[in-house]
T-cell receptor, first 114, second 112 residues
Framework: DQQVKQNSPSLSVQEGRISILNCDYTNSMFDYFLWYKKYPAEGPTFLISISSIKDKNEDGRFTVFLNKSAKHLSLHIVPSQPGDSAVYFCAARGGGTSYGKLTFGQGTILTVHP | NAGVTQTPKFQVLKTGQSMTLQCAQDMNHEYMSWYRQDPGMGLRLIHYSVGAGITDQGEVPNGYNVSRSTTEDFPLRLLSAAPSQTSVYFC???????????FGDGTRLSIL
């Protein structure tokens, strides 16, 4: 039972254009969402997060949108750069007894072409 | 500042062998966790710890043991390795469970 799903295994965009990575979740107890970026042979690196009380969070070229009614979040990268090419994981965290536990999606491979 | 250090980076085991994956962090983080990454599955939580002396199970704990005798170290033990445990293992830490976790670079483990 995959509680966090990234349905697009891969995405290819041109440098300078927008990259949109999507993530869906099923557990309504999730109250905090994160995006991680992973390069080959390295560990995931935290990118940006959003609390369930917000619908948007922006940090430079990266913006995360949360639609709670649809249980959907997305990561927008504008403008995309070749160095953004990596695997992107969304992750969700629940409150209460789930303190600190992250549930990850399967990941989306982003390729940004020069 | 080394962050989260995992050793070894690569390991090949035979079925039935035991081994310990090491994880150390130098950021004085209370929260530490172990994940495994398998193709098409994302990262799945194995065990976690909210502080020295306190550990608990995650989503896929079977076949793994952990202990947390110090704040800095959180080793993961495979008591009797099985081919299904072939995976990439990541250790992570954070100041507390509400902060984003910092990951090590992983241990790639193959069990024949």
């Amino acid at each position: 039972d995959q509680q966090v799903k990234q349905n697009s295994p891969s995405l290819s965009v041109q440098e300078g254009r927008i990259s949109i990575l999507n993530c869906d979740y099923t557990n309504s107890m999730f109250d905090y969402f994160l995006w991680y970026k992973k390069y080959p042979a390295e560990g995931p690196t935290f990118l940006i997060s959003i609390s369930s009380i917000k619908d948007k969070n922006e940090d430079g070229r990266f913006t995360v949108f949360l639609n709670k009614s649809a249980k959907h979040l997305s990561l927008h990268i504008v403008p995309s750069q070749p160095g953004d090419s990596a695997v992107y994981f969304c992750a969700a965290r629940g409150g209460g007894t789930s303190y600190g536990k992250l549930t990850f999606g399967q990941g989306t491979i982003l390729t940004v072409h020069p | 500042n080394a962050g989260v250090t995992q050793t070894p980076k690569f390991q090949v085991l035979k079925t039935g062998q035991s081994m310990t994956l090491q994880c150390a962090q130098d950021m004085n983080h209370e929260y530490m966790s172990w994940y495994r990454q398998d193709p098409g599955m994302g990262l799945r939580l194995i065990h976690y710890s909210v502080g020295a002396g306190i550990t608990d199970q995650g989503e896929v704990p079977n076949g793994y043991n952990v202990s947390r005798s110090t704040t800095e170290d959180f080793p993961l033990r495979l008591l009797s390795a099985a081919p299904s445990q072939t995976s990439v293992y990541f250790c992570a830490s954070s100041y507390d469970g509400n902060q984003p976790q910092h990951f090590g670079d992983g241990t790639r483990l193959s069990i024949l």
